[in-house]
């Protein structure tokens, strides 16, 4: 059964983490650009096996980084505002464990 972790505030932490971790190891912010960090999550559920899937952004002074958790790895992605959107509302439409929690906006 596929579990809506949404609302998981300790997951939400560790995937924040893991991102903060991949941005400030790659370069693509400086430590003091991560003041005071904003995290949105577009949709976060565990498979029937276990595992996490998770697309969310997160925000660092002005620049915006999209990220995906899949199979054990949390991933920097290239993809348009638009892309995103997409792909939240065609993974709440899939997914029942989704539909009954709204994702943040």
Sequence with gaps: MEINQ?????????????????L???D???REEVKNP???VGYM????EGALEALFKVQCDEK???FAAQKG???LLNISEEQYNETVDYMVGYHDCL???KPET
């Design 6 to 22: 949404i609302h998981n505030n300790e997951l939400r932490a560790q995937m924040g983490n893991c991102a903060l971790d991949i």
């Design 24 to 26: 400030l190891k790659e």
């Design 28 to 30: 693509f912010v400086k």
């Design 38 to 40: 904003r995290m949105s």
């Design 45 to 48: 559920f565990t498979t029937e």
């Design 64 to 66: 915006v980084f999209a």
């Design 73 to 75: 790895a949390v991933l």
């Design 99 to 101: 539909k009954d929690d």
